[in-house]
């Protein structure tokens, strides 16, 4: 999957399990995406101060550091609109997400959060010409 510039959209993975981050890299990386990704929020923010080309955000609620995941969604929707947002959680709520932000619980389908991630990102992913 390529988008316009010719490369794969980035996806930045925020999850401060170590295990769980390593198999979603995977998994995201392996259906196409580029992959970056950071153990808490504050990391988060200075990856996506330093680059311009991320599409997708994809963040667990629970983490520690300045801020959770709720609100490094809602600092990511205030600073850099464009990105399309996934929040993941093992808790049933999806407790005042941003606008536009997709909400799935732990343990999630893959297939189904890769779909999801595809659909988010439709035009990212068009082929050139």
């Not at 947002?85 to 999630?108: A, D, M, N, Q, W």
Request: no cysteine; hydrophobic share 45%.
């Amino acid at each position: 999957m390529i988008n316009g510039k010719g490369s794969p959209p980035a996806v930045l993975i925020v999850e401060d399990d170590q295990l769980l981050r390593l198999l979603t890299v995977d998994i995201v990386e392996d259906a196409g995406f580029e992959v970056l990704q950071a153990v808490n929020a504050d990391e988060a923010v200075a990856i996506l101060e330093a680059r311009s080309d991320i599409a997708l955000l994809l963040t667990d609620i629970d983490m520690p550091g300045s801020m959770d995941g709720v609100k490094l969604a809602h600092a990511v929707r205030d600073r850099w609109p464009p990105i399309k947002i996934i929040v993941v959680s093992s808790r049933v709520t999806e407790r005042h997400l941003p606008t536009g932000s997709r909400f799935f619980r732990k343990p999630y389908h893959v297939a189904a959060m890769i779909s999801e991630m595809r659909s988010l990102l439709g035009r990212e992913l068009e082929l050139q010409p």
